[in-house]
Structure formats: C-alpha cells, structure tokens
C-alpha cells in the first residue's frame, strides 16, 4: 500500500520553516510474521524535536535528511502479524510521521481504547506529565509554603508543574506568553501569579514582586533572558531545574548572558538539567500518582490540538510561536 | 595595651588595593572575667574576603568600613579570664585583623601547640582542606577512572581536590596560571596533566586533548571563560562544583558569557555552588580523613607565607594576581 510520510526536507537554520519539511507518498512493504501495520491517530509535537533537525549529538540521535520524522504516536493496529498485538488496539511509542507504518512490536505500550482521553498518554499521564512530576519533585523537592517560579508556565510541562507545586503547598507564579494564557493559569490552574514576559519590560523586578519571599524553585522551560531575571531572584539553597530551553533552540550558537555562577555560588543554589528519560524505571508510580490526582480534580488540563495529518509541520513550528495552550497534538480522524 | 589593626579604609572599586586598607592603633581595654587576650600567629587571607569588602548581601555579612577586617587567625592566649582556656594555648577562630584582641571563649578551637604544622589547620585541616573533602567527595561524587578536573588548581582548594581525586583514582587535570604551577602540579602533585591558561589561546581544545574521555566532574575555583572552556567538555551526567569565582570577585557586576543551561539540559549535568560551612557538623569527619592521607604521604601540601602583619594587606591582594602558590598565609614572629 501508498502511505504519505513527512521527512526532514532540508536541517532549519534558525527558526524551522514549512521548507523544511517534505510530504512524501512511500510504499510499505508487504507486513511480515511479527509485524505490525499501525494508523496513526494522535502526533505528538514537542519542542526536543527541534533538537534532532540539527545534525549535532545531543542526547537524541538527528534526524537524516530525506527520512521521516519521528515522535512519540498513539497509532491503531490495523493489521497484525504479531501474537501480543490484535487489529485494533491501541499502541503508543517513537513513530514515524507517516498515515500508516509498519513495526515489530517492541517498544510499543497499549493504550485502553476505552479510555475516555486516549490523548492524554501523549501529555499529562506520559512524558511531559512525568517530566513535570519527576523534575519537580525528584530535582525540586518542593517544600509546603515554598515559592515556586515557572517558565513556559502554560506549555505541556509548565502547567502540569505549576499544579504540582500547589498541591505540595507551594506559592506558585508562572511566566508565559500572552495576557489570555496569564488569566488561564491564574483563574483556571490556580497559579497564585503570573506574568506575560513580552508585555513586562523588567521581568526581574515582576517577579520579586509576584515572588515577596524570593524564588526557592525555579523550573525553566525556557532559558534566554527569563531566566536571568528568575535566577536573580533565587533564594539559599534554591533549585533550578533545567527542563527545557526552547528561548535557544532556534539559535546557532550558544546564548550570552549573566553566567549564573555567581549567583549558585553565593546562593548555595543547584542547577540540574534533567531529562525524563532518566526516570523510565519509575515511570509507573509517576503515572499512577498523575492519574490519582486527575480523578480526583486536583490537576487540570489543556489541549491545542490541530486536526489533520497536512498540519504536522504547522503545528510544530507553532511551537516557538507559542501558540499552543498546554499540550500541543495533531489528532487524524 | 595599644595594639594595631587593619580596618577597611574604603570598599574596593574592582581589584583591591592598598588604599582600602588603614593601619591603626587601638587601645584595648583591661580584661574582663570570661574573656581572653590574643597574639595572632597566623593570619589566613583568603579570596571570599573580597566578597564581604563589597556593600552588598551575600553569605557572609559585609565589613564595615572603619572597622577591623576579619578572617580566620590562629593565635596564642597571652592572658586569660577564662577557665576554658590557659596562657600559651593556641586558638582558632574568626578573627580581627589586629596584633592582639580582646574575645570571648565563645567559637574558638584549639590547637594542639606540639603540632609540628600548626598552621595547616588555616589550610588543608581546615576551611580549605574541608571545603576540597567535601565538595569534591559529596557534590562531585568521583568514580574511579572518571575525569576531573580543577581551575585554580595550584591554589588552596585546588591542589587538595586535584590530589583527592587522584586516591580516588580518577584521571586529573589541573588549571593554572603559570608554568612553575603547570610543573608543581604535575612534579609534585600527581595531576596526569595541567594547562597555564595564561599562555594557552583555546583553552577548550587544551582541555579536550588533556581528557580524552571528556569531563565528568569540574570544580571551579576561578568562573569566567576557564569554566566556559571547560564546561564546553563535560559529559553526560557530569557534575559541576562551584566553590569559587575568583575571576569575578572584583567585577562590579554580573559577568557575561554563554549561559551553561544548554549543556547542562543536553548532558543531564548538574552544577552546584557550595559553600563548607553547610557542611560543618561532618568537620571532624572531613579533617580525620585529611590527617590520615597526609600521615600517609597521599597527600601533599604546599603554603605561601608572608611575614610580618604590615604584609597582610599585600598578601591578600596577591591572591587575585596568583602570586600564591598554595595556601596563602601570614605569619607574625
């Protein structure tokens, strides 16, 4: 059969452009014993991807120019060769940006398809809640009436973390993007602050003001000059989680600014970069834990999400836009 | 009794120089019950010193101007009104930068006066020694065959990590400012290699054939592009130590240069600052273990003494010139 996959037309230089990528009609071969033949249905776009486009080592192996790109894809079997998956089920793991595909089985995880939000395993219940759960409590070890700042405080990550840190009695307040998404995290996910960095001329100022007993938490979805600000207003013993930094991903070269050193120094600060998949083995209580707290109505949570396989690149590049509201993914009906 | 002291005369603007400092005479008042007359023996100068010439909060509580300058002294009861405490003992403590002084019992720790090296406890049995033992051990965490390495590393803190290191069987490369150094570190010190940033133009490629197998554990003695260069070679789950910004203590603001968050995310890396005394109630631990190598012959030890109390205000300038090689320390006659 004719399937039509997305490969990485040319590496972006700077911010990703829709010429970077490519839709391509592919051939899949007839499927083998142990095979499976999987329709996608949820694509998950993430910021890391950009990280791949370049062809640098990172901690993910780049993407081949002229090969599909891949991502993390709940995908129904359609047909299988294999005996521990049936036509079907539902599967998540790291696919190809293709309608269909073909795969061995390994590494794929069932989703129930009776669950009222099978999307939600791209999110808050899989890896960007559990980087929010892991890096919060397991790098930041929040502590009841601490002060916690978020970046990117209403992307996929930020608004999970900033949830957590409420529950753990933490003073929240969270940096993002647009006036609509400060109202969101304050009036909708209970941050006790926020503040929209591209209407706020002196960000650290903002957030000693949002942040009277200083920050004891820092966790940076964004890098750049936001952080500079919120470093500026760290506490003794403060930690800062490096998430994420997706102010630099569109950079060519390393960032300029205030070497943070100064301030870990007199501080007696830690700063962690973190990936979540340090954390597999645990992933399970994560994902218990997130669920509990979802039932219960203790964490909230937001979708963008694009429809239509055509909208991939879209949807990714509007990542760095920030026009996403928490989890950003393309749904093909 | 009349004695001199040494009062800050100005806070320094950058580099300090001998104008901040005023030589004085003071009269001490008699004796009173509970208290004791001190002679200093050794004066330790040391770079955190710097930082509290500054008007400005960090850890440790700023000096006022007008007022004795203060640092770790070992000196000798001259007379006591203290039954803690009898003529000729030696005492350790925190200290004014004064001939004799008038102080209570109250945070002094004696020092066994048939110790034939009374004065490595400013040093390697001491703050120094402790804050090498403890950051290096407890933050840095070395493996056996990892790779560390040291900036600053023909100073105090910086031949005691590197010598550490090196019983722990790691592979050691030291930082420092000369060519004399470059030889006593590797001659004398059992460092693998060492590099005289001095007479080095790309300090990040010295570094990278000087470890091989790139870096998994930085502490820093010194900041600025020393650090740059060599956090540009870090490995995965590298620890980063800061214990020291030398490079810094005299710029009047924030110092600027690529901001290390994207190496941190990219190596899962963790930087820490640290300071000894958080670590004070496993003192007896970290000094036990510091007698036992140096009895041994594991560890090696080298002090720069300057004579005389006129020459404390050189002594301690000379620190950010490196002119010390090893701890640095005055000593009265």
């Known amino acids: 059969m004719i399937t039509k996959q997305i490969v990485l037309a040319s590496r972006p230089i700077g911010m990703p452009v829709l010429a970077n990528f490519r839709f391509e009609n592919s051939e899949l ?7 499976l033949l999987l329709k996608g249905l949820y694509y998950s776009v993430d910021p890391y991807l950009r990280g791949r486009m370049n062809d640098a080592k990172s901690y993910v192996t780049p993407f081949q120019v002229g090969k ?36 061995e089985g390994k590494g794929l995880q069932k989703i129930d398809p ?9 999110g808050i219940l899989g890896m960007t809640g559990l980087t929010a759960y892991f890096g919060l409590l397991d790098i930041g070890k929040p502590k009841s009436a601490e002060t916690v700042v978020v970046s990117g405080a209403a992307g996929a990550v930020g608004m999970v973390v900033g949830q957590i ?27 006790d602050g926020a503040v929209n960095y591209k209407q706020t001329a002196d960000i650290e100022t903002a957030i000693a003001e949002l942040c009277p007993d200083g920050v004891d938490i820092y966790f940076d979805n964004v890098g750049g000059e936001i952080s500079d600000a919120v470093i500026a ?44 998949s340090n954390y597999s083995a ?26 239509g396989f055509e909208s991939l690149p879209e949807a990714f590049i509007s990542l760095f836009e920030g026009r996403n509201t928490g989890k950003m993914l393309v749904e093909i009906e």
């Open 165 to 191: 840190a409420k529950i753990k009695g933490c003073h929240v307040t969270g940096i993002a993007g647009s006036d609509e998404k400060v109202k969101l995290l304050k009036e909708e996910f209970g941050f």
């Open 29 to 35: 071969p007839s499927l083998q014993d142990g095979q």
């Open 282 to 307: 645990r992933f399970p209580e994560g994902i218990l834990q997130l669920s509990e707290w979802l039932k219960a109505g203790k964490l909230n949570y937001k979708e963008t999400i694009s429809k």
């Open 68 to 103: 599909p790109i891949e991502g993390s894809v709940i995908a129904r079997v359609i047909e299988s060769k294999s005996g521990s998956f049936a036509k079907n089920e539902l599967v998540m793991g790291m696919l190809p940006w293709s309608r269909e595909c073909i795969v």
């Open 233 to 276: 207003n760290v506490n003794k013993g403060a930690r800062i989680i490096i998430c994420g930094e997706i102010s630099s991903y569109n950079e060519t070269g390393a960032t300029v600014g205030p070497r943070p050193q100064s301030v870990l120094l007199r501080k007696c600060a830690l700063m962690q970069g973190f990936l979540v």
């Open 114 to 122: 009776n669950d009222p939000h099978v999307s939600y395993h791209l």
